[in-house]
């Protein structure tokens, strides 16, 4: 995915007006071009295939198909789009069952104009899009869960030490690859293998995981 230039947007969306709301919100924001929108899950899929975005704003609840289904269906692909979830529902286990489907991000629709476009603005620059209260829900949500407590309780090598600390400021696996010097196929095995000994099951989570240890929590 190419930060330097502006992000191709995708909004999947079965809500009209918030649509427009959006697109009208990003209009002056140079690191967006949005070039589709979606009424429902099943043309965000499409549109997701045809135009290969570089960000997909997602909604959660559609009448056609859930947007953790359009979530999976999305990731199974080729797709190298980064998917933020953009909801109404904070609840926990939402949260954590779009991150575990591969979610790059969540964040709520009751968020002020400003605070939403600085948090897309991370996420077209590589940055975790997660809200500080958010990112608190989900860090209680994950303890005393069998998980480690700190990186020699995990016993991460040094590599996959390296490859949490760049997944925690949000880079992609083919960025890891880039500033490590190795191929995108090896950066997977790690992040497969770090997640399993933390006892995560999500990207995101183990951000947060690192996040949190990092902040003596």
Not at 54 to 71: A, F, P, S, T
Not at 81 to 101: G, H, N, Q, Y
Not at 189 to 203: A, C
Request: aromatic fraction near 2%.
């Amino acid at each position: 995915m190419n930060t330097s230039s502006p992000q191709r947007l995708l909004i999947i969306d079965d809500h009209p007006l918030f649509r427009k709301g959006v697109l009208q919100l990003l209009k002056p924001a140079a690191e967006f071009n949005v070039i589709g929108e979606a009424s429902g899950g099943r043309e965000g899929c499409r549109l997701a295939r045809e135009l290969q975005p570089d960000l997909i704003l997602l909604d959660l609840n559609m009448k056609d198909m859930n947007g953790i289904e359009v979530l999976k269906a999305i990731k199974a692909t080729d797709s190298e789009a980064r998917v933020v979830m953009l909801t109404v529902s904070d609840e926990a286990a939402d949260l954590i069952a779009a991150l575990r489907a591969g979610a790059d991000g969540y964040l709520l629709k009751e968020m002020e104009p400003e605070d939403l476009v600085a948090r897309l603005k991370d996420a077209a620059a590589g940055r975790l899009p997660l809200t500080e209260r958010l990112t608190g829900l989900l860090a209680h949500a994950m303890r005393d869960d069998g998980r480690p407590k700190d990186l020699d309780e995990a016993g991460l090598t040094e590599q996959e030490g390296r490859i949490l600390d760049l997944i925690a400021e949000g880079k992609s696996n083919k960025l890891i690859a880039r500033e490590l010097d190795i191929t995108e196929g090896t950066v997977k095995v790690h992040v497969k293998h770090l997640l399993k000994k933390l006892n995560l099951r999500s990207r995101v989570e183990a951000a947060v995981w690192a996040i949190e240890r990092k902040r003596g929590r």
